[in-house]
Every structure is written in C-alpha cells, then in structure tokens.
C-alpha cells in the first residue's frame, strides 16, 4: 500500500471499524498486566467512553511526572493524555496528536469532564488533530518537551525514522521519549504489509527489534533501553495463519536525549545511592529491565546509567559518587565484554 492508503486505511480502522477494544482481532493492541497503584486509582476516574475507545499495549507513564510538559503521538481518545493530566497536576500541561477524526472528537469532548473530575481549576490538556509523521508542521516548539509518550501508535507510522527524529527535536535536553510498540523477531514481508487488518492490528507495521534500535540510534538517541516486554500471543487462527512464524512482542522503551551519551556501556569506577523521595517508587526505583536501585544500596553503574540519572529529573532522588577522570574498559554489568580471546596465541588449539 502507498504511503496516503496506510494512512487512510488506520483512520478507517481506528475510527470506523472498531467500536471499542473488544472488537480488536488479536490481543497485539492489548495491555496485559495489572497497572501500578497510582495508575489503577487515576484510571477510576477517567469516562467509561474514553475508556472504551482505548487501544494500546503497553503502560506509558513514568515515575516523577508532577509538573512536566509531555506531548502524547497517537493519543487516540485520550486516555494516557487524561492520567497524565491528573499526575502531572495543574502546573504540568498535556498535548495529545491523533490523525483520527473520531478519536479526537472523543478526547475534545471528555476535556470538562476530567478537568471537573480532577479538581482542577482549568483544564491542562489540549489535543490536536494531525499526523505523527508531520511533527514538524504542527507548530510545535523545538525543545519545549520534557517527556514524550506513546501507546501502540508509532508501528502505524509508514516513516518511523521521521518519527524518532522529530521526537528526538522536541524533547529538551535531560527529556525522554517513554513509550510501548510492537515489535517483531524478523523483517515483516511486504505481503503482510498490503494487509490493512494487520496493519490496524499493529502487526503489519510492527518494526524487527534490531531495526529500531538502528533507527534510534540514528535519531540521536544513543543507548536505547527496554523497560520491561512481553509476548505477543495472536490468540486469532487465520492471523497466526498468515504470519506464520513471525513472533510478536510489546515492549516499553525509554529513550533519554542526552549529550555524551556512549555508544556502550564503560566503566568509570561511579556508583549511585537511591534516596527514595519518588512517591510511586518509595522502596527503589526502575530505570530500565537491568537497572533496579534498591533505598539505600550503593550501586555501581556505568557512565550512561550514571548520566541518566544525574542530567535528568531522577537528579534529586540520588546521591552520586565518582567522576571521568578514569576508564576502566567495558561495564560488564551491563551485558558487554571484551570482544578478544584472553588465551595467547601460542595457547589457541588450531581448528583445522
């Protein structure tokens, strides 16, 4: 399909052929996993007809959001626009984009309706109508943005590079993108691509993992990292019919704009102490699958770890040891190693 018909195929899909999530054909645009307290109790006030209309996989709010501006990609009828609303509080401000008329609409006109739910004395959170992949056509403010998320949006993108680029140019300094997508084990084939359930589905669209991490990369955001991630299972015969062996998974990345940031993981000698003070996370804190700081322990971490803690807003919650004066080679806690054999030469067993 052209570039115009995907993009007209998904408004269709998302604004027309499904009522609500229950009529979605695989569980790829599905949340498993029960949300964190915080989360739980703010969804008790979002609308049923938000909720309703919500078609996402992944849980997209971080910790420590009070105050911050956050732009939503694909923010669909509102629902992490409006949870992020209630957390951020009435300092904080909240921009949601959808191309879907439908969607909008929804969100638009459930504004008053959480702005009195939350108790707020104005509403903070505004939604546009436009396409992720025209960010720079929007108007937006280059650098204004502390936080970006998304849910299950970005694999309907046809340039996903555009995306990450224009996400990686609104962000400021110390920001993040913090979003959940679908992303498969292999390249999709362009027969599935020409199928526009799969696309409503996120399945067609979905990008090979190694790809991505490529085309974040490229974008600026140099050390990619998975939050957590979870198997895909279609739970539908005829699509798992069609994709055959291709396997599936939703997976949360955070993706920090960050100068100085290494291509991989060195070792300095620093450690971090997590004080506690972030209030959804008083007994430790979660910045990425690999990296749990428990109150109180001291932690060595590489010098990205460290500086994504210390040049972002997690900055106050940490005391910090250490500096650059010495390099230690490769921090093997974070998975790398030493491409060389430590065997000598004269050592190595010939292979033939």
């Known amino acids: 399909m052209k570039v115009t018909e995907v993009h ?11 009522e609500n999530s229950s009529d979605l054909k695989t569980n790829a645009c599905f949340t498993s996993g029960k949300p964190p307290a915080h989360i739980l109790n703010t969804l008790a006030l979002i609308s049923d007809e938000v909720l309703d209309k919500y078609y996402g996989c992944g849980l997209t709010i971080p910790d420590a959001i009070e105050g911050l501006r956050i732009l939503d990609l694909g923010s669909g009828s509102g629902r992490d626009c409006f949870i992020a609303s209630y957390l951020v509080g009435e300092h904080g401000h909240i921009t949601g ?15 008053e309706f959480h702005k009195d739910a939350f108790g707020h004395q104005k509403s903070n959170v505004e939604f546009i109508h436009g396409n992720i992949e025209e960010l720079d056509q929007l108007g937006l403010q280059e650098a204004s943005y502390d936080l970006i998320i998304s849910n299950c ?4 993108a046809t ?8 996400a990686f140019r609104l962000l400021k300094t110390g920001g993040e993108l913090y979003f959940s997508d679908v992303y498969s084990d292999r390249r999709i084939p362009t027969e599935l691509q020409q199928n526009p359930t799969l696309w409503g589905e996120c399945l067609s669209g979905a990008l090979y993992w190694n790809d991505f991490l490529t085309y974040a990369k490229q974008a600026g955001f140099a050390d990619p990292r998975a939050v957590n991630n979870h198997p895909i299972s279609i739970e539908n015969d005829a699509i798992q019919q069609l994709v055959g062996d291709i396997e599936f998974y939703s997976v949360t990345y955070r993706l920090m704009k960050l100068d100085g940031l290494e291509t991989n993981c060195e070792d300095y000698g620093q450690v971090v102490c997590y004080k506690g003070g972030i209030k959804e996370s008083p ?3 979660t910045l990425d699958s690999h990296h749990y700081f428990p109150a109180g322990k001291m ?3 590489c010098g990205n770890t460290y500086k994504m803690l210390f040049e972002t807003r997690y900055r106050e919650h940490f005391d910090f040891y250490g500096n650059w004066d010495k390099h ?6 974070c998975g790398g190693e030493m491409p060389f054999s430590q065997t000598s030469e004269s050592e190595a067993v010939a292979c033939c």
């Open 328 to 333: 230690f080679g490769i921090f093997e806690g």
């Open 153 to 156: 949006v970005i694999n309907l």
């Open 8 to 18: 007209e195929e998904v408004k269709e899909y998302y604004g027309s052929t499904l």
């Open 97 to 111: 984009i959808d191309m879907t008329d439908q969607q909008v609409e929804v969100a638009k006109r459930n504004i």
């Open 159 to 166: 340039n996903k590079q555009k995306v990450l680029q224009d």
């Open 299 to 301: 932690m060595p971490v």
């Open 283 to 285: 007994a430790g804190f």
